[in-house]
């Protein structure tokens, strides 16, 4: 059974830093494209950061150049580094991993979700 778990969430001043982590856990050969994703009160889900197994990424243009993702495949970890925080990056941000390789499938997951607030 594959879970995803998130940290590092939590409330911090405009102009702060706050570190996401997102941990796979069970017997895993591998894992595609992870990312995050951020969803706020009233809106839909939308992409902030996702980075390919070559190390390719790709920002939401809201995040670019204060936000920084990660991984590192001996450990099943993605994370995020997210620097000059806004009140409006204010959501539940969900770790997502695509095509996670165990003996018997190859699925896609997502984490429970933290929730990062940011105030003025």
């Known amino acids: 059974q594959v879970q995803l778990v998130e940290s590092g969430g939590g409330l911090v001043q405009a102009g702060g830093s706050l570190r996401l982590s997102c941990a796979a856990s069970?017997?895993?050969?591998?894992?595609?494209?992870m990312g995050w994703y951020r969803q706020a009160p009233g809106k839909q889900r939308e992409l902030v950061a996702v980075?390919?197994?070559?190390?390719?990424?790709n920002y939401a243009d809201s995040v670019k150049g204060r936000f920084a993702i990660s991984r590192d495949d001996a450990k099943n970890t993605v994370n995020l580094q997210m620097n000059s925080l806004k009140p409006e990056d204010t959501a539940v941000y969900y770790c997502?991993?695509?095509?996670?390789?165990?003996?018997?499938?190859?699925?896609?997951?997502w984490g429970q979700g933290t929730q990062v607030t940011v105030s003025s």
């Open positions: 997502n991993a695509e095509q996670v390789a165990t003996m018997t499938s190859a699925d896609d997951y």
């Open positions: 980075i390919t197994r070559g190390g390719s990424t």
């Open positions: 069970g017997t895993i050969f591998s894992i595609g494209t």
